[in-house]
Structures are given as C-alpha cells and as structure tokens.
C-alpha cells in the first residue's frame, strides 16, 4: 500500500517535498508515477521515475520546477515541488505503474498497478 505525505499550504513561489512510502517492499524495482488532480479537472501525470532511477520524465507544465528522485534503501520516491504556481494547487497522488517513458506523459487507467489515497497541496497567498 502507498502512502503519500509532505502535502500542506504554500505561497505562490514556495517550495513542497512529497514523499510516497510503503510498508512493504513495493516501491523496491517498481515504476512509480505521481499524478494530481485538481477540482474539476481530471487526473493527471506529473512525474515518473523508473525503477533503477536513472529514468525520469515530466509534464510540461511542471518541467524544470519538480523534480523527482527515489532512494530505493528508504523505500521512498520524492516529489520537490519549486516555485509552486497557483495551479498546482491539487491533490497529490503517487502511483505503481506499467512504464516512465519518454515523450509526452499520457497515462491509461490500465498501466496503474495501484493508488496511494493521495496529499493535498494548496498554493495560495
């Protein structure tokens, strides 16, 4: 089971680190996304690591402001949210997934092995 944390309040311009975590070894060797999901809008993917961590890719709405990195001896894929912007505002969810390719991120229900229950992220002044 995934657990998400490091959600909260930020100003316009601050910073967030998400940590997604595990009881059990699953996050070892696996694919991991993290996707959000804004009020009225549809979820969406951010970020994706591969399993070794030497593969990453992003949206382009948040390219070259987040980051995302995992240290397998923890169990824990991170998220550093920089220079937050208003509409990053959304819930926050890291995920088991079939792949982190490159191009464009497009996501299907059917590449998701499963959901962490997400963090909420808040950017407002």
């Known amino acids: 089971q995934l657990v998400e944390s490091g959600g909260g309040l930020v100003q316009p311009g601050g910073s967030l680190r998400l940590s997604c975590g595990s009881s059990?070894?699953?996050?070892?060797?696996?694919?991991i996304g993290w996707f959000r999901q804004a009020p009225g809008k549809e979820r969406e993917e951010v970020a994706c690591?591969?399993?070794?961590?030497?593969?990453?890719n992003y949206a382009d709405s948040v390219k070259g402001r987040f980051t995302i990195s995992r240290d397998n001896a923890k169990n824990t894929v991170y998220l550093q949210m920089n220079s937050l912007k208003l509409e990053d505002t959304a819930v926050y969810y890291c995920?088991?997934?079939?792949?982190?390719?490159?191009?464009?991120?497009?996501?299907?229900?059917?590449?998701?092995?499963?959901w962490g229950k997400g963090t909420p992220v808040t950017v407002s002044s």
């Open positions: 995920a088991l997934t079939k792949r982190c390719s490159s191009g464009p991120l497009v996501y299907y229900s059917s590449d998701i092995y499963s």
């Open positions: 690591i591969s399993s070794a961590g030497i593969t990453t």
């Open positions: 059990s070894d699953t996050l070892d060797y696996s694919v």
